[in-house]
């Protein structure tokens, strides 16, 4: 089945879960840049600190509600994620606005 741009109901939701996608290492420096706890982090994203804490230490992958919560309110916060290749290195990153 394709959807009106032409692309598969697995292209579209793969892009979509693409998009949403951070890692750990970003979350943390994220925060970092904010200045922001564990604590901030969950009370601004509506996530518990136990989920931040687990995924940022590699212990645990939330749902993807939560991971699109988490980037949702580092992002409301000035926070800019890099993918692979959008940096001068060519790694994953972030920075502020």
């Keep these: 089945m394709h959807n009106e741009q032409g692309e598969t109901n697995c292209q579209a939701n793969c892009i979509r879960l693409f998009t949403v996608s951070i890692s750990p290492a970003q979350t943390r420096a994220a925060r970092a840049l904010l200045n922001w706890s564990q604590g901030e982090l969950s009370e601004t ?12 230490g590699g212990r645990r992958q939330p749902i993807a509600n939560n991971i699109a919560a988490i980037r949702a309110a580092l992002e409301k916060s000035g926070v800019i994620f890099l993918d692979g290749g959008q940096c001068v290195d060519g790694g994953p990153g972030v920075r502020l606005r």
């Design 45 to 56: 994203a509506g996530v518990a600190r136990a989920t931040i804490a687990e995924f940022e």
